[in-house]
């Protein structure tokens, strides 16, 4: 069944990661990868897909085991698409060797991937933009080095936040987010409560009257005692 994400494309991750916070589903602290990636392509609008995920290395030839590249992409295309790569670096530098560059940029394209998410390195970021493949990574490279795939289809750990096989994923400039799929239904309507909420405030801060006792005013009465907000459809 194909799942509708074109709500992920229009919004960015603050926006979407806001919206989310009306449902109360998880803590607000959860669901997101910490700060310090770096985005190949900033002024790439939002992508959306669900995860794919593998292990790699690259320290030696058959550090911490070896599974073949062929099997990896019979994973990638098990998982529904639209996808996203998520790539555990385990060496002790992560991106001493890298995974990442023209080659497998295309390939994972081809197998209906719309970017990636590593705790390692890219390189050709070049190429990989025009491939029109985006990617949030840690550090630049020069080398592949040994890099292989050690294991996949599992949970990975990325900066301490784990990803599992099929978690839907939007990731822009700002980061990756983790979208509960039961919110996709409503998510657009989040959206615009949250608008609705923000907007007066916003608004009065620009205005050229605006005064602390007045932006006071309108934060309590618009966000700290806005109404507890509930899907339409429960």
């Not at 309507?189 to 609705?196: G, K, L, P, T």
């Amino acid at each position: 069944m194909t799942v509708d994400l074109s709500v992920l494309t229009r919004y960015n991750t603050p926006t979407v990661a806001n919206a989310i916070e009306l449902f109360e589903l998880r803590p607000r602290s959860e669901g997101f990868l910490m700060p310090g990636f770096h985005c190949l392509q900033p002024s790439m609008a939002p992508v959306a897909g669900f995860a794919a995920t593998c292990t790699i290395s690259s320290q030696t030839l058959d550090s911490f085991g070896r599974r073949d590249n062929y099997d990896y992409w019979e994973h990638v295309e098990s998982v529904p698409g639209p996808r996203i790569s998520v790539v555990q670096d385990l060496d002790p530098y992560p991106g001493s060797g890298c995974f990442w560059g023209e080659v497998n940029a295309n390939v994972h394209k081809a197998l209906g991937a719309v970017g990636t998410v590593t705790n390692g390195a890219i390189r050709d970021v070049e190429e990989m933009r025009a491939a029109g493949f985006q990617a949030l990574y840690r550090h630049l490279a020069v080398s592949h080095s040994f890099v292989h795939v050690v294991d996949f289809g599992k949970p990975v750990s990325i900066q301490g936040v784990m990803v599992k096989p099929g978690d839907l994923l939007q990731i822009d400039q700002h980061g990756a987010l983790i979208v509960p799929i039961e919110t996709l239904p409503n998510l657009e309507d989040a959206v615009r409560e949250i608008e609705r909420r923000e907007r007066p405030v916003i608004e009065y801060a620009q205005s050229p009257g605006a005064t602390r006792a007045g932006l006071v005013e309108r934060a309590i009465k618009h966000l700290r005692n806005a109404p507890k907000w509930t899907p339409a459809s429960k």
